[in-house]
């Protein structure tokens, strides 16, 4: 009888080790290396994912899953999920965020040396803007970002800017009296809509629908490519071809996050950065051709600026020059000019 009962226990031991995979395996098991974690890249914006940049970050993103052979993963996410330019800045410099791409022109309220771009039509065309990112000062301006906690890993492209309104056409001087017009967190954008006659006030890109909709303002001014992604067509019946400014963008890295990366992974990121740059320009290039005759499908009356009236808009807004050059830096604004000058020159 005890004889069996310990042929039963042996029985019983036997089956449960089986059952729960054999202590042997199970060593074998805790010895074998953890996969490594999936290092995650979060990009976080402002715009849809109809815009230019969302197609040049998914470009990004797949450049990085492949290159890091899945080691990486790069999370989108757009429309101010994760909060407006200024909010975003403020992750990357404190670490929680790995990287966002603002215009360059909020990036002033924390380094004024960003307004030199500022300024009202200091570009001709794409020709002249590419030449002068690419080259010593737009390569300068990148860097300028370290002192801020922030890795300016390469330029892409907003845009050149047209306005858009509810009340009336806008084509000239005069028109501008009085319109309550979206400017972007900028000293300079203001000061050149009042010099105009216009009543400007400073909002996040997340808000500008919003308050279009319910007519808290009457305006905004965004390149075609985001009037016609983010729908502003339903609420602006006026758009004005003002090309007035034109706003890169920075794609941008968390300085403290960028500096605990091994150095090949930095290339990585940074190429991959320039890849995708590359897709979003090329992207909104094609589009704000393209998209102008469907805003005026949609509804949308296109005004054009006539050169006489251009002039007179342009020494209505001289002022702002003079005023905010010394901001600046009056030595980096005559670099950019010089630049300019260098790159309207070359063929
Ligand atoms: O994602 C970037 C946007 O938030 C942005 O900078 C859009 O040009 C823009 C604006 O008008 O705020």
Redesign the pocket.
Known sequence: MKKLLSLGMVLIVGLALLLTGCGGDKKAEQAKPAAPQKKVIRVA???NDK?P?FVGMTKFKEIIAEKSKGRYEVQIF?S?QLG??LGLMEKLKMGTLEM????T??IASFDKRFMVFDFPFLFKNEAVVDKVLAGPFGQKMLKNLSDNGIVGLTFSE?GF?DLTNSKREVAKLEDFKGLKI????NPIHLEVFKLLGANPTP????E?FPALQQGTIDG????IA?IHANKFYEVQKHLTLSHHVY?P?ILMYSKKLWDQLPPEDQKMIQEAAIEGAKVTTATNRKQAGEMIPDLEKKGMKIAKISDADLAKIQEAIKPVYDKYKAQVGAPLFDEMMAEIKKAEAAK
Request: aromatic letters at 12%.
């Open positions: 914006f402002g715009l815009s940049s757009h101010s407006d330019d966002t791409f603002p215009s022109s909020p907003n800017r979206r400017t972007m967190q909002m996040a890109f997340g500008v905004q001014e965004n390149p985001t706003t963008f």
